[in-house]
Structures are given as C-alpha cells and as structure tokens.
C-alpha cells in the first residue's frame, strides 16, 4: 500500500478551505493509503501562540479531525512535537537546505513583506518586491526553515502523496528537492520523492468571501467547521456582489466568481446551473444566490458541528487516540531516521 501524510496547523479552528482544500480528501481516502494524518504544531510556533492557547488548539484540530471522520482505526493520526525523530531529521535535512532557496519561497517573501508593512505602518503595495531593509523587523529562523520542517514531516515517513491545497505546492516541491539531493549526496534511495494528492482535478484554492484572494485564518475571513447556521448565514449574506450583470453573457467579476466557485464545492450541479443560467439572462437575484449557498454549506458543516464538541471533551478517547498514533508514528519514524543517520556516517560506538 503507498504511504499518504498530511497536516494542518493548530492556529484555530478549521475553514472550508482546510476541509476541501485538505481535510475532506484525508477522509476520502483513509481506506486505500496507508495514511498518516497529523497536528503541525510545531509549525504554529512560528506565530507565537500564547501557552495557554497551546494545546487547546491541538486539541481542536484533533476534534475536528476526528468529527470530519477520520477514523483512528484505519489511519494514523499524530501530534507532530510527539515525534522528537521529526526534530532531529529537520536538523540533517538543515544542514543541506540553502538560505538563497529558503529566501524565495514565496510564503517566506509574503510573511516577510507583511511584517515590514505593518512595522513601517504603509500598506502592503508600498513596500518594494526586492526590499532588502529589515530594520524594526524580527523574522524568525523558523519561519526561514519552515518548509524544511515540513520536508522532516512528510520524508520521515518516506510518504508516496500528500494532499495539501494549492497555497502549499511550493513547500511540496521543497521536499522533493530535499529527497533528491539528499539521495545524490549520500548515493542511497533513504528518501521517497512525494506528489501531490488532487484526485485528478487539480489543486484546489476554497476563495473568500470578501471580493478576492484565499479563505484563510489569517485573512480573517473563514467560515468555520464550528460556525453555527446563524453565523454561516450571516457571513454568507455579508459576501461581496457588485450591481448585477447589464448584458447577457457577460464575463463575472471575482466576487461573483468566488460565490459560484463555492457553490460548486458544496451544491448540487443543477443548482449551480440554475443560477448560472439567471447570471447568463440578467436576472440573478444575489439574495437567493446567497441564501441557497448558505443552506448547501450548511447541509455539508452542521452534521461535523454537531460531533466537535462531545469529541473534544472526551479525554480519554483523545489520549488514546494520539497515543497510539504517537506510537505508529515513531515506530515509522526512528527505521527511516537510521537509514538517514547510517548514510552521512553516524555510527553507534
Ligand atoms: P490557513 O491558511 O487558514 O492558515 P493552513 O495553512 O493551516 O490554513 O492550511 C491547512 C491546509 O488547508 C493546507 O493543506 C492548505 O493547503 C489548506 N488550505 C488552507 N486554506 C485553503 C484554501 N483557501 N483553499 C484550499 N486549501 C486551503
Ligand atoms: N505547511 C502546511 C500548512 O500550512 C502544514 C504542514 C506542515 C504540512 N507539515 C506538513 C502539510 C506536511 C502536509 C505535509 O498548511
């Protein structure tokens, strides 16, 4: 059976855009891959969670998870900082990653331009491309290193897919790059090159609602697995329309595209045509548009609602859980770390 391996970070609760993008596909395939699913926590260090928040989140994502379906009896499901074997291959594979590559990862240059935005408190456009000046600016060493981590992630369980949204492509051809020098530079096959998982219909990007860009936790505009029908609702109607179309056939503006693109992911294909034809004749209303958007997401959220909760409140279910998932885990973990570790040379005196 070929290996999957996947993870979310625990800054919050999960959107659409985790569930179609990631969680949705975990659940999909859990009984054809032998797959592994974890909580990146170690990578929600790079914003500084407060350590009261800490395991919280963690535990919310494990909830979560677990509500969407994901079943611990066929897949493994882990907290990434239970795994101390990720730590120590992250530092191998630092010792081969280059800084030059790290600088142009284009989350890195994003989270970079952000940070001396808001220190030089001007908006985001008015700070140049090849602004080299990082004065009044932490970046942390973290941040730099962050798809090494996540190449230690996905490597040491030497994992055949990984099934990530688009945003993520990029750190996905990092591990590749890593396996691959790694292997030419210690002449052994230690590490599988992974691909990505898309179900043969492309990487998908879940929009916001609010005009353009990504639904994301930090573009503040999520609609949440844990939102009630009220508040799905209300953020729904909030979206962002223009006037109407004045001519038939006319091309759509990203807001209205973005509202189609969601109601692809959750309707049924005669109710995404039904208003496709009325944008097509002029005669969309957005109210209704918005109103059946909101009941089809909630049909796909609210039965996974309903289960987060008793999940998360149930200890003992969710220490077994990540326990014996801990173990699976560093089981898989430590044989490709020696392999690793005997081809640079490490030998036990
Ligand atoms: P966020 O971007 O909200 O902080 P994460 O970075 O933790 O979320 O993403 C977890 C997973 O969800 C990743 O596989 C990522 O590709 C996917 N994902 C996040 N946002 C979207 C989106 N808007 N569309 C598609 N996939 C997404
Ligand atoms: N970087 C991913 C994200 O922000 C989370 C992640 C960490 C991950 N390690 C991974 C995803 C390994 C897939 C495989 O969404």
């Keep these: 059976m070929q290996t999957v391996l996947s993870g979310i970070r625990s800054t919050g609760h999960l959107h659409l855009g985790n569930y179609f993008g990631a969680l949705r596909n975990f659940v999909r395939i859990q009984d054809d891959y032998n797959c592994y699913y974890f909580i990146a ?26 509500a969407a379906g994901l079943d611990p009896e066929k897949v493994t ?10 730590s120590e291959l992250y530092v191998l594979l630092n010792m081969i990653s280059y800084k030059g590559e790290l600088e142009r990862t284009t989350t890195f240059k994003d989270k970079v331009r952000l940070a001396k935005a808001k220190a030089r408190n001007v908006r985001l456009e008015d700070v140049a491309e090849d602004d080299h000046n990082d004065e009044g600016i932490n970046i942390s060493a973290g941040l730099l290193t962050y798809p090494v981590l996540m190449a230690a992630d996905i490597l040491i369980h030497r994992a055949d897919f990984v ?8 750190h996905l051809e990092y591990a590749r790059v890593l396996a691959r020098r790694f292997n030419n530079m210690y002449g052994e096959e230690v590490f599988t090159e992974p691909r990505a998982f898309n179900f043969g219909s492309g990487l998908i990007k ?33 979206a962002l329309t223009d006037s109407g179309p004045v001519e038939p056939n006319s091309p759509m503006p990203e807001c209205i595209e973005n509202l189609f693109t969601l109601m692809a992911l959750v309707s049924e294909p005669s109710t995404v045509e039904y208003f496709k034809e009325k944008w097509n004749d002029c005669s969309i209303r957005y109210g209704d548009l918005k ?19 008793a999940i998360y409140n149930d200890d003992a279910y969710l220490h077994k859980v990540v326990s014996e998932g801990r173990d699976k885990a560093r089981t898989s973990a430590s044989a490709t770390l020696a392999l690793a570790r005997k081809a640079m040379g490490f030998k036990v005196f």
């Design 41 to 66: 926590d170690l990578h929600s260090l790079t914003t500084h969670p407060h350590p009261d928040d800490f395991h919280a989140n963690v535990r919310t994502i494990l909830a979560e998870y677990l």
């Design 77 to 86: 499901i882990f907290v990434q900082s239970d795994v101390p074997e990720v």
């Design 163 to 170: 099934p990530v949204g688009k945003d993520q492509e990029q």
């Design 206 to 238: 879940v929009p916001g609602l609010d005009g353009s860009g990504k639904m994301g936790k930090s573009e503040g505009n999520g609609i949440y697995l844990y939102d009630d029908e009220k508040t799905i609702t209300k953020k729904v109607m909030k």
């Design 291 to 309: 109103k059946q958007l909101a009941a089809d997401i909630c049909k796909v959220t609210l039965p996974i609602r309903e289960r987060i909760d």
